[in-house]
T-cell receptor, first 112, second 113 residues
Framework: GEDVEQSLFLSVREGDSSVINCTYTDSSSTYLYWYKQEPGAGLQLLTYIFSNMDMKQDQRLTVLLNKKDKHLSLRIADTQTGDSAIYFC????????????FGGGTRVLVKP | DTAVSQTPKYLVTQMGNDKSIKCEQNLGHDTMYWYKQDSKKFLKIMFS???????INETVPNRFSPKSPDKAHLNLHINSLELGDSAVYFC????????????FGQGTRLTVV
């Protein structure tokens, strides 16, 4: 079955790097995603990685995928107070009609 | 211009009522979705439609009925509302079933009293 897990909370100082981790159980995932949700707002797609890739970098964001361990991480360099939000990891599979299965979200608090 | 828009943003209603949430996307996407986010922030898919055709229906009570009059719209109608229906409902769209980068609306916070 599908299961995506994340730690609940991360506190980081402004200017430091943040690393948010995610594990998933289904090895047939096609894509893996990171979404950001700010208070009272919808989900914003930050980045995604195809399951045959190991790494993807996009400005301050670096996604690492360890397919063997079914582990996905999001690194935010030079974390800013505007990065405070809930970050959701999600997976999708073509075979499942491409629905997104989300983790429970990691609340990131950036302290000045 | 908002890519995926939902109305209303907030909805407070009494148990037993029937209500609708509307969703429209102006991205020209073929596929639209409804997700439910509960009080603990867990997000789960409810439905997906591709070109007005139902693709996914995830063990949702049949009090929930999606309606897609055209591929730019996917409305959610809920009959006989219950307290447990209180949640934030998100509409989303993606280009098609092959490419799953989904764009989300701002959410509708439904409170059933």
């Amino acid at each position: 079955g599908e299961d995506v897990e994340q730690s609940l909370f991360l506190s980081v100082r402004e200017g430091d790097s943040s690393v948010i981790n995610c594990t998933y159980t289904d090895s047939s995932s096609t894509y893996l995603y990171w979404y950001k949700q700010e208070p009272g707002a919808g989900l914003q797609l930050l980045t995604y990685i195809f399951s045959n890739m190991d790494m993807k970098q996009d400005q301050r964001l670096t996604v690492l995928l360890n397919k063997k361990d079914k582990h996905l991480s999001l690194r935010i360099a030079d974390t800013q107070t505007g990065d405070s939000a809930i970050y959701f990891c999600a997976e999708s599979m073509e075979a499942a009609g491409n629905k997104l299965t989300f983790g429970g979200g990691t609340r990131v608090l950036v302290k000045p | 211009d908002t890519a995926v828009s939902q109305t209303p943003k907030y909805l407070v209603t009494q148990m037993g009522n029937d209500k609708s949430i509307k969703c429209e996307q102006n991205l020209g996407h073929d596929t639209m979705y409804w997700y439910k986010q509960d009080s603990k922030k867990f997000l789960k898919i409810m439905f997906s439609y591709n070109n007005k055709e139902l693709i996914i229906n995830e063990t949702v009570p049949n009090r929930f009925s999606p309606k897609s009059p055209d591929k730019a719209h996917l409305n959610l109608h809920i009959n006989s509302l219950e307290l447990g229906d209180s949640a934030v409902y998100f509409c989303a769209s993606s280009q098609d079933l092959r490419f799953t980068e989904a764009f989300f609306g701002q959410g509708t916070r439904l409170t059933v009293v």
